[in-house]
Each structure stands twice: as C-alpha cells, then as structure tokens.
C-alpha cells in the first residue's frame, strides 16, 4: 500500500442486491432495499422501521449549501458517486482525496442498528458482512471492512467475531445498544476476551444506540432541530463511561475500543469530569477493583475519530496522541471529501510531520494491523 493518508471513518452506501441477493430465503421478501418514491427521490425500506435514511444524505459528499440540501432532498440511488459502492470507482475517489486506504463502515447499517428485531437486524447483517467481503476483496490493500454483529446472543457474537477474522476483516462495528442486558455485565466477558485473543478493535459509531440513533438526531426537545445534532456524541460518551466505569478494561487490558464520529475536541475534559467523579464521589477516590484510575483506561483502550475538528489538534498533547485517529467519512454529507489535504494543511499547523503522520495514518494501521 502506498504511503498516504489513512482514513479510520469511511463508509460504503448499501446498493441495490446488497441484502436482498445475499440474505437467508427466510427474510429475502422484507430484506432492505431501496425504493423510488412518488415525488422522485430513493429511500431504503426496512421492515419495522417507517424512518431510515434517503440516499441523498448517505451521498452528499463534495457538495454544500442549497446544492447539498437540494440533492439530499430529491437524490436517487444512480446519482450518488459511484464510489460509494463500487470498489473501482472507489480507488479513484481515494485518489482525488489524496488517500490511500479506509476503513469501511455502513451506512443503512447504522439504522439497522437500533432496529427493534434482533433476528431480522442478524440476518440483514450477515448478508452485508456477506457483500462487504467482497467489496473490501476487490482492492485489499486499501479497502479494509469491519464487520457487523447483531449481538444476538453472547454465543453468537463470538462465532461473529471468529467469522469476520476469517473473512479477512479488520474489526467489528457493534450495536450501541445490545439485547440482552448491557455490555458491561459479566456476562459479555467472554466476548470481551474472544475481541482480545483474535486482536478486533470493537468499534462503536454515532447513531447506533437507542439513545441517539438516526431517527432522533434532528428531533430536539428543546429548541431548534439542530440542538438534538449537536448531541449526538453524547451516545458515545456513555459507551466510553459504560466500559470504563463497568471495570471491563480493568478485566481485559488488551481490549480496543474505537469511538468513530464523535469528533475527539471534547476528550480531555471528559477524561478529567471522569476522574474528578470518582475522586469526589467514591469513597477512597477509585472504584473498588480499579488498579488506575478512569482517564488512564481511556488513554489507554480507547481510540477516536474525527473528520475537520480543529479542536482535536489543538489538544493532542492533552490526548494520547496513539490513539487519535483522522477520517474523512467519505461519502456521506459531513465528509470533508475531495477538500481532506486542504483542511488538514488549515487545521494541523501546530503538528509536527512525525505527529501528523500518526494521527493520519500510522495509529490506525497500528490499531488495526494493515498493511504498512
């Protein structure tokens, strides 16, 4: 793989035939799919669930302003960049971007994440585990997949997890909110050690917990539409605070947990509120079993994202700066696609080459063991 940027945050748009060709006969009639709405625009259907995503908001990288609101209003799946889900085009999109590999999440995956039957969300997962493979296949070196699970159960997540390995994927993009209990119950501790012996980051992406999915991202309850966006981290912090408070990097120091697209400005302070909660509010200053306290079992277990976060740089020194991680989310509306260079050479002023070179590429090739 050529020497280059590295995106940790990227995502594929699920296209026609990526769950209804590779989906179980049980559920090929209601798999997802897309449809063509009366007024002309393409949305995906799901089962179960009457909101999910047009595929114009998956698919506005490059444009901004009215054009963006434009295309993510009225787009159709043959007008989004084919990059989003062909692998040729895709090589040609890192191309223009200046990047030589990502890290490949899903898009409709994200929604079907909090859908509210575990069994439909595992087959339409093992369907685009399916597809992804082949994708990530076309092009190796510089398209690397994370699997999905649905979490049905703490058997059939390890049997997940022991699958992508063998499928050639690079990490696992769990569920925020899984079915049976929370994922720090002891229960899920042998999954925790299956993530460590097989060395997959476990990988949590905004907008797939119950609590902070999709369908209430742009519904405030209080004030604008967009004060609800702008909350949309806090489900990531609550799976920061579930690990960390839970003990179970205490039990499972190997275990890597990958935040994406909760940007990274805000870490220091969180790791310092975390802290500070225990030092006031517990007696003798640390959770009982604790050998550090909780900011050191952020810096060391848990890795972030973000896209054009000034912020992020100018806090590296106040992070691990191992473990902060740049994407360029292609090819969804917040992407910083095709302007990345340009952005980066704004934002990163006060970065030495050596820590630029981290933070764009080699902590996610670290992480996740690519190809140098």
Not at 321 to 349: R, V
């Amino acid at each position: 793989m050529a020497t280059g940027l590295i995106s940790a945050d990227s995502h594929i748009i699920e296209p026609p035939g990526c769950y209804t060709d590779h989906i179980e006969p049980k559920y090929r009639d209601v798999a997802p799919r897309i449809v063509r709405h009366a007024d002309g625009f393409d949305t995906y259907y799901v089962r179960d669930m009457p909101k999910t995503a047009s595929v114009g908001l998956l698919g506005a990288a490059g444009l901004r302003d009215k054009a963006m609101q434009d295309f993510v209003a009225g787009a159709t799946f043959d007008q989004i960049p084919r990059g989003s889900w062909n692998p040729a085009d895709r090589l040609l999109a890192q191309d223009r971007d200046g990047v030589a590999g990502e890290l490949i999440y899903a898009s409709l995956g994200m929604v079907l994440c909090s859908h509210p039957d575990y069994d439909y969300m595992n087959a339409c997962f093992q369907a685009y585990n399916r597809w992804l493979q082949g994708f990530c296949d076309a092009a190796p070196d510089r398209l690397f997949g994370l699997a999905q699970t649905a979490v049905t159960s703490v058997d059939a997540a390890i049997e997940d997890f022991k699958q992508a390995k063998e499928m050639g994927f690079v990490g696992m993009m769990m569920p925020g909110s899984p079915q049976h209990e929370d994922y720090d119950h002891p229960d899920y501790d042998p999954l925790w050690a299956c993530a460590e012996d097989l060395d997959l980051p476990i990988c949590f992406h905004i907008l797939t917990a119950r609590t902070g999915d999709l369908a209430t991202a742009m519904t405030a309850q209080r004030g604008h539409p967009l004060n609800a966006f702008l909350g949309i981290m806090r489900s990531i912090q609550d799976i920061i605070g579930l690990f960390v408070l839970g003990g179970i990097f205490e039990r499972f120091p190997k275990l890597k947990l990958v935040c994406a697209e909760g940007d990274a400005g805000w870490l220091p302070h969180y790791s310092y509120r975390i802290d500070h909660a225990v030092k006031f509010h517990v007696p003798g200053g640390n959770i009982e079993g604790f050998s550090k306290m909780p900011s050191e079992y952020i810096r060391d277990n848990v890795w972030v994202t973000f896209q054009d976060d000034w912020s992020a740089f100018k806090v590296k020194d106040l992070l691990n700066i191992d473990h902060l991680l740049w994407a360029n989310d292609f090819p969804h509306s917040d992407s910083t696609w095709p302007w990345s260079q340009e952005l980066l050479s704004e934002h990163a002023g006060g970065c030495s080459q050596q820590e630029l070179d981290k933070i764009t590429g080699g902590n996610v090739r670290a992480l996740f063991n690519l190809p140098h």
